[in-house]
């Protein structure tokens, strides 16, 4: 059994018209999961804790994400991760599918998966946005 996590919320995640981490890299992808597979489950997501984030990220740079997501408007957290009002939420909500889908990998739920989320989380660091990456 495959569990994939994926939500419509994570296009909601708005790095602007011209950026390549954009809702239409999803989209596509997610198109491939319109039919129904006995094999793959879809499991939905529940978002992170900011003390499940902190357990890998400074609080300084959680605060900061925080903050820096309240503006009206894209701001770039680096030169190649952009946040809006909403990126904030939906990282907790990529973050928190992420970690939900290896809790059911661990319980022998799901044998593997594959998260289909926005913003990806992959590149960031400690400390840092980094590579589209927030969490």
Request: proline share 7%.
């Amino acid at each position: 059994m495959v569990g994939i996590i994926a939500d419509p919320i994570y296009m909601e995640h708005d790095t602007g018209s011209y950026h390549p981490e954009s809702p239409l890299r999803l989209q596509y992808i997610y198109s491939l999961f319109a039919n129904t597979d006995p094999d793959i489950v879809k499991i939905e997501p529940r978002p992170a804790s900011e003390e499940d984030i902190i357990l890998n990220h400074d609080s300084a740079y959680v605060a900061l994400v925080k903050a820096m997501c309240k503006s009206r408007h894209s701001v770039n957290l680096d030169p190649d991760t952009v946040c809006c009002q909403r990126s904030f939420e939906i990282a907790l909500l990529a973050a928190g599918g992420l970690i939900t889908l290896v809790e059911k990998a661990i319980k022998g739920e799901v044998d593997t998966g594959f998260a289909l989320v926005r913003p990806p989380g992959h590149h960031a660091t400690h400390s840092e946005a980094m590579g589209f990456c927030i969490f």
